[in-house]
């Protein structure tokens, strides 16, 4: 059968059967199971209104226990098993194994690089372009080309990237812009001012916002604050202020290295084989598609603050940077958590443009195409069981986060 | 905020400029893509996109035709005359020269003595007419070297090679179908399932209904790279193994939390007296369903199916791992163009055309519906 | 068309909050009820209990002979006109009056018929193939109410229906319920809303509720006003509310004499025995009822604020400690009266004499 008619079939079968069981289940409920006659009517109508929301929920209930609920479970026993032995229980030793490959430790690098660099850029850009764009007459066009990314797909968008980032040897035109813009520059001001002050800067500038952030997390348990939210929280900032120490301290050795490094002008490179630094070459990517979608969530927020607060903050003087800043940034902290933490999940997940890109060669491999390899390559079904766990893990606090908020909300 | 007291022009200046650059930096890769699907191989390879939009100059070497077939006598001399490029190509000639160590030494039009009687004249049409003796005008044609401007020049071959030429590795059609075949139902099944369950979770009471809604919001994050081994297995218990039915079934399963996270959110919003009015006139909830909840959710609808359908569309690993098998006759299109990068890295003009025929439906879709994608996101993200 | 029985019926949410408390009603056909009491008293929540929106924890409800507790709305022969109106968006305004017949299976000869009538009454027929949002707010209003006359329901019920409105179109409005309910003199009504002016112009009978202690009052509207059963009666209805003077019975008889503390004397028509002397009581008195005088007062003091309204002047006393301000409301205009002292006297038959809450004339 012609998939196109199979497809068509499927449709009707699928709609209609879904329709079908919702009027006939209903029917049926209430003429077969529970009639409202004369006596009982009132009894048995309310009888059958605490049936009827299962059956409208039945189908999805079905659809998300087996291809989301019992796949976790599912997983995380196959981790602890081992297929070559006749699926027996293995304990830890799948993680064992994992644990044990430098390549597992690559990925898990790697991927600490993404979870940092993406969610951190593509919120600043969104939040720049979301400003900029609601202050010009044009911004609505601005927004759409800005966003349109995000209908492309990673593998659409790896291409994209994989011809910018394409290199020719020395001799001939160079078609990756990329390489073209590169062979501009020949080691004078010029190149001084845009390869190494400028990311020194901006790298710089980084390190910054982080330790601001790290001061605000630390300044609640400094003596004569007070802390809320007792030791558990005491311990969860500390930890918080640990890690943005680390970070600090990364990008100043990065900046220093920026600074230093001597760079070989002149010769067209393969970005995409450049250890470390093809990592970013590869996150670009998911950076562009991703502002968009924080530009327009941000955009929605900041056209909700009232405009009140930003008027008042003009007439005491404030000029705009400081409105930003002071007002409406502080405004959108809620919305910019969100926006963080959504692309920090597609980042987890990352699969697509690594596997098209560079498939985790040269020093590029992050979990999930980690997974992929040992699942579908190597068939061991046991690590790459055991590298999913990992990703769940990751995902888990988000994932309490989330119900607990939601929660929250319906009380 | 234009032209609110506090905002100086000269900062409206900046913003504009900034606004630009920022739109100019997104906008570029894509129309490098873009552009390059519409140039031949050589093109591609000669010279960056960016400069195929204006009038390319370009160093080329031509021989002139053959002396000894074309040369005609004119008393007692021998000329040869011709052009340089095919009828059909626009292109100037700027500068020209006879010798690769002076090919820009002569302007077009000049009549140039090559001695001993001999000359050659080349216009900037590229008409040559060159004279001489007979000795002179035999063996091969003689070389021009022509600084040549040509005009930004576009072909639709690739399209037609991707899209008609049923050339198995290259051919995108028919994992266009077989793509379009995985979406659509993968599309639609879940807004119907979807719909359901939320108006239950939203305007029906029954107890464990709050545990119900936190797990929605729960699996609404969990990494669909969980369930790839289980439920490979599971399809092959049942025996559907490997192919349509599983895929659809997939993306079901996967789009679910989310269609049923941002129906119930909408449906929760919609005016409670509208539904109480409905039961007092005496509609049933699954009237109540189909007649009122249906109708009003149509936003909400649309934009999960927007969601949906791109995700779906554009996916690689589900299609790999429930779709594809070993025949390859169920390819799609993202797994096609991975392919391609495989075989064909350097054939840019089929990589690029192949690329672009896979997010040009994405791309529609996106710039005519974007009011609902916007409308969701907004629904699915902001508390 | 139909009486309606409640019994003992409670409402008690989640098993503590306790709404609504042991109501006993009886709604004669063809009257038409207003609930009316503070907010959070359970008035909508009793109305919806009528109409099956909400459970009746226990009780009994009963329309037209007929113990309803467990039937469903649509077939408890009610209709109800909601304060935001919830006409369906998506439906042309012949399509929302017509929804509840073509579920009811009607033929559609007998749909078209009850709609043009219903539309001919409210002036709706050029509305008719509009949608809801080409509508001004009087029109969706009277869409609401065409909707449930289609259905030729025994028991209307509205709840809050001119709140959404602005004030003009408010009175307009309320004038063209009147008129309705003249037209349909069999129909009973219910109809819940905070505005003591509708209550007092629409009302064959106002039921007064309490916030958890059950009904206060039931009776036609110049009954409440001028003897209110209670002490929370007596100040909800009325504004400015009811001024309350504690006190100590004195005399008894047919008349009631009240020894006001730190102050003067008030007689009252409210009867007492002999054995209520030196009774403490609240005297109330309404600040309209209040007038000035040279000799005998029930009140005298320093004023505080004057509100000159043209009509009338508001006297506002320095409030008594704790208590709330005095306050009087003259006839006509009173300049120069601010800081100076002031008596007040009212007539026997406008003093009102609480025991313990309870009025004296219902004893």
Not at chain 2, 200 to 215: D, E, K, N
Request: proline residues 5%.
């Amino acid at each position: 059968m012609h998939p196109a008619l199979q497809g068509l079939i499927t449709i009707i079968i699928g709609v209609g059967g879904c329709l079908g069981y919702f009027y006939f289940s209903n029917q049926i409920l209430d003429k077969v199971i529970f009639p409202p006659k004369k006596n009982d009517a009132g009894r048995n109508i309310n009888r059958a209104n605490a049936v009827r929301p299962w059956l409208f929920l039945l189908p999805a209930i079905i659809a998300l226990g087996l291809y989301l609920a019992y796949p976790v479970f599912s997983t995380l026993w196959l981790s602890l098993t081992d297929r070559s032995q006749d699926n027996a229980f293995v304990g830890l030793a799948n993680y064992n194994q994992m644990f044990n490959e430098p390549k597992f430790w690559e990925a898990m690098v790697n991927n600490m690089l993404w979870l940092i660099v993406v969610p951190a850029v593509s919120t600043a850009f969104g939040l720049l372009s979301a400003q900029l764009t609601d202050r010009i007459a044009w911004g609505n066009i601005a927004k759409s080309i800005i966003f349109m990314p995000m209908a492309i797909s990673f593998v659409g968008a790896a291409v994209i990237f994989k011809l910018i980032y394409d290199a020719r040897p020395v001799d001939q035109a160079q078609i990756g812009v990329l390489n073209a813009v590169w062979l501009q520059f020949e080691g004078g001001t010029g190149s001084f001012l845009f390869l190494k002050l400028l990311p020194g800067i901006i790298v710089l500038s980084f390190a910054g916002i982080v330790s601001y952030i790290g001061w605000l997390t630390l300044k609640p348990l400094l003596p004569g604050e007070t802390n809320q939210g007792g030791g558990l929280m005491a311990i969860a900032r500390l930890i918080a202020v640990v890690i943005t120490a680390y970070i600090i301290v990364r990008s100043l050795l990065l900046a220093v290295g920026i600074m230093s490094s001597s760079l070989p002008y002149g010769e067209p490179q393969q970005w995409l084989t450049l250890p470390f630094w093809n990592n970013f070459f590869l996150m670009i990517v998911l950076i562009w598609i991703q502002t968009g979608f924080a530009m327009v969530i941000l955009s929605a927020a900041l056209r909700g603050i009232p405009e009140e607060t930003v008027e008042a903050a003009i007439v005491d003087g404030a000029n705009p940077f400081q409105v930003f800043f002071g007002i409406k940034v502080p405004q959108i902290t809620g919305t910019i958590v969100v926006v963080w933490t959504t692309i920090t999940l597609v980042v987890l997940k990352i699969f697509d443009i690594v596997f098209a890109m560079t498939n985790g060669q040269w020093e590029t491999q992050v979990l999930a195409n980690y997974m992929f390899d040992k699942l579908f390559r190597a068939n061991d079904w046991g690590v790459g069981s055991a590298s999913a766990i990992i990703i769940m893990l990751l995902v888990s606090p988000i994932l309490i986060w989330n119900v607990y908020n939601a929660r929250k909300e319906m009380q | 905020m234009d032209g609110m007291a506090g905002t100086s022009s000269k900062l409206t200046w900046a913003v504009h400029i900034s606004a630009v650059l920022l739109v100019a930096l997104w906008l570029f890769p894509t129309v490098g893509l873009l552009v390059s699907s519409f140039r031949t191989a050589d093109q591609i390879s000669s010279s960056g996109w960016w400069a195929s939009v204006f009038s390319s100059e370009q160093r080329t070497v031509i021989r002139t035709v053959d002396p000894d077939d074309f040369r005609i006598e004119e008393n007692s001399a021998f000329a040869v005359t011709g052009d340089l490029f095919a009828a059909d190509e626009e292109k100037e000639v700027i500068a020209w020269g006879t010798s690769s160590r002076e090919v820009e030494a002569y302007a077009p039009g000049d009549l140039v003595d090559l001695g001993d009687g001999e000359s050659i004249t080349v216009d900037s049409e590229g008409t040559y007419s060159w004279k001489g003796n007979e000795e002179q005008l035999s063996g091969r044609g003689k070389r021009v070297f022509a600084t040549v401007v040509s005009p930004p020049d576009f072909t639709t071959d690739n399209y037609e090679r991707v899209l008609f030429s049923g050339d198995s590795t290259d051919g995108m059609a028919k994992t266009f179908f077989n793509t379009l075949t995985v979406t659509i139902p993968a599309t639609i099944i879940p807004i119907v399932i979807a719909a359901f369950a939320a108006y239950a979770l939203a305007w029906m009471q029954f107890p464990g209904r709050a545990i119900l809604i936190a797990s929605v919001v729960g699996l609404l994050v969990v990494p669909l790279q969980l369930a790839l081994i289980p439920l490979l297995q599971f399809h092959n218990n049942i025996g559907i193994g490997k192919g349509y039915l599983g895929t659809w079934m997939a993306h079901t399963g996967f789009g679910l939390p989310l269609a049923v996270y941002l129906l119930r959110n909408y449906m929760v919003g919609l005016p409670r007296d509208i539904i109480e009015n409905a039961k007092v006139d005496g509609a049933t909830d699954f009237q109540i369903f189909t007649k009122i909840i249906i109708p009003l959710s149509f936003p909400a609808m649309a934009s999960f199916a927007i969601f949906q359908f791109l995700w779906t569309w554009n996916d690689l690993l589900v299609a790999r791992v429930f779709l594809i098998d070993a025949t390859g006759e169920t390819t799609v299109m993202t797994n096609q163009i991975v392919e391609l990068l495989g075989t064909r890295g350097g054939n840019w003009e089929i990589l690029a055309t192949a690329a672009f025929v896979s997010i040009a439906v994405p791309l529609i879709v996106f710039f005519t519906m974007q009011r609902y994608l916007v409308r969701g996101l907004l629904a699915g993200s902001v508390k | 068309m139909a009486d309606i029985k409640l019994t003992d019926v409670n409402k008690i949410y989640g098993g503590k909050v306790h709404v609504l408390k042991d109501i006993n009603l009886d709604i004669e056909k063809g009257e038409l009820i207003v609930f009316v009491g503070p907010s959070g008293c359970g008035k909508s929540t009793l109305l919806r209990m009528i109409a099956g929106l909400e459970t009746i924890t226990s009780g009994r409800l009963e329309i037209d002979h007929e113990h309803v507790n467990d039937v469903p709305p649509a077939q408890r022969g009610i209709a109800m006109v909601f304060q935001s109106y919830a006409l369906y968006p998506h439906m042309t305004v012949r399509e929302n009056m017509s929804f509840a017949l073509k579920l009811a299976k009607k033929s559609p000869q007998e749909i078209t018929e009850s709609v043009d009538r219903a539309a001919r009454i409210l002036q709706l027929e050029p509305f008719l193939d509009r949608l809801p949002k080409a509508l001004s707010g009087g029109q969706r209003q009277r869409v609401a109410i065409g909707r449930s006359i289609v259905r030729d329901p025994k028991v209307y019920l509205f709840d809050e229906p001119l709140s959404n409105l602005d004030a003009a179109l408010r009175v307009a409005t309320r004038i063209e319920i009147a008129q309705l309910k003249e037209q349909m003199p069999d129909s009973t009504m219910i109809y819940v809303t905070h505005d003591q002016v509708e209550a007092m112009t629409l009302a064959d009978r106002i039921v007064v509720l309490t916030v958890g202690e059950g009904i206060g009052q039931v009776g036609n509207p110049l009954q409440l006003y001028e003897r209110p059963e209670n002490e929370f009666v007596a100040q909800f209805i009325g504004s400015p509310a009811m001024n309350l003077l504690p006190g100590k019975i004195i005399a008894t008889g047919k008349q009631t004499t009240v020894r006001i503390a730190g102050g003067g004397v008030a007689v009252s028509d409210a009867p007492s025995k002999s054995s209520d002397e030196n009774l403490k009581v609240n005297v109330g008195v309404r600040p309209e009822d209040f007038s000035e005088t040279k000799g005998d007062y029930i009140f005298e003091g320093e004023v505080d604020i004057v509100e000159a309204l043209g009509e009338v002047t508001q006297l506002y006393f320095k409030a008594q400690k704790g208590g709330d301000p005095i306050i009087g409301k003259l006839a006509g205009i009173h300049s120069g009266l601010r800081g100076e002292t002031v008596r007040l006297t009212a007539e026997p038959n406008k003093v009102q004499v609480f025991h313990e809450g309870k009025s004296l004339y219902y004893r």
